[in-house]
C-alpha cells in the first residue's frame, strides 16, 4: 500500500498519560500536515511541514502538543498530559511539492482519553 | 478569518437521483478548493481538486464547480448510488499550506 499510513488506529488512554501517534507520508511527498477531527465537525489544521521544518502550528497546538519530521519522512505527534478535552481523531496528510498540491489522507488515529 | 459553511447538514435521497451539495466560504482569496468523502470512522478521501484558476472540475458522475467572486462551490453528483452514502467535506487552502474545512454533508443514499 502506496497511501498515507498511521498508527495506531485507536487509542485508548487514561487523563494524564502521555501518548504519541505516528505518520507515515507517500514517500515522495515533502510536505506533511496534521489535523484533529472532533464528531460532527470537519478537520482543523494542526501544524505542517515542509521536508523536516515545521513552518506553521495553529493556536489549536498548545504547549502540550509537540510533533517532530525528524529526517523528512514520517512525522510523530505527541501529546503529554492528556485531557478529556484531546479525545478526537487525528488525522495526517501529505502532499507533493507545490503549495497547491492535492492532499491526501491517512486513516487517521481516534484517541479516547478516559 | 476563512470561514467555510456547507449545506445542507444532511440529505436523504433515493437511489438514481441526481443531487447538488454546497459549499461557501467567505474570503475570496484561496489558491485551491479539494472535496473530500469521509466514511463513517475513517480517515477522508480526495474527490476533486479545483484550482482557483480553474471553473470547474469533473470526474465520473462528480462535478464540482468554483465560483471564487461569489465565495461559492458546489458538487453535483449524478445518478446517485447507496455506495455514494458518506459525508462530504469541501476545504478551502488559504495562505498556500493551511486547508481550512467545511462542517460536512451527510448524504445517504436509500435502496
Known amino acids: 500500500d502506496t497511501g498515507v499510513s498511521q498508527d495506531p488506529r485507536h487509542k485508548i488512554t487514561k487523563r494524564g498519560q502521555n501518548v504519541t501517534f505516528r505518520c507515515d507520508p507517500i514517500s515522495e511527498h515533502n510536505r506533511l500536515y496534521w489535523y484533529r477531527q472532533t464528531l460532527g465537525q470537519g478537520p482543523e489544521f494542526l501544524t505542517y511541514f515542509q521536508n523536516e521544518a515545521q513552518l506553521e502550528k495553529s493556536r489549536l497546538l498548545s504547549d502540550r502538543f509537540s510533533a517532530e519530521r525528524p529526517k523528512g519522512s514520517f512525522s510523530t505527534l505527541e501529546i503529554q498530559r492528556t485531557e478529556q478535552g484531546d479525545s478526537a481523531m487525528y488525522l495526517c496528510?501529505?502532499?507533493?511539492?507545490?503549495?497547491?498540491?492535492?492532499?491526501?489522507f491517512g486513516p487517521g488515529t481516534r484517541l479516547t482519553v478516559l | 478569518k476563512q470561514e467555510v459553511t456547507q449545506i445542507p447538514a444532511a440529505l436523504s435521497v433515493p437511489e438514481g437521483e441526481n443531487l447538488v451539495l454546497n459549499c461557501s466560504f467567505t474570503?475570496?482569496?484561496?489558491?485551491?478548493l479539494q472535496w473530500f468523502r469521509q466514511d463513517p470512522g475513517k480517515g477522508l478521501t480526495s474527490l476533486l481538486l479545483i484550482q482557483s484558476s480553474q471553473r470547474e472540475q469533473t470526474s465520473g458522475r462528480l462535478n464540482a464547480s468554483l465560483d471564487k467572486s461569489s465565495g461559492r462551490s458546489t458538487l453535483y453528483i449524478a445518478a446517485s448510488q447507496p455506495g455514494d452514502s458518506a459525508t462530504y467535506l469541501c476545504?478551502?487552502?488559504?495562505?498556500?499550506?493551511?486547508?481550512?474545512f467545511g462542517p460536512g454533508t451527510r448524504l445517504s443514499v436509500l435502496p
Open positions: 474570503d475570496s482569496a484561496i489558491y485551491n
Open positions: 476545504a478551502v487552502l488559504v495562505d498556500g499550506q493551511n486547508f481550512v
Open positions: 496528510a501529505s502532499s507533493l511539492g507545490q503549495a497547491r498540491g492535492e492532499q491526501f
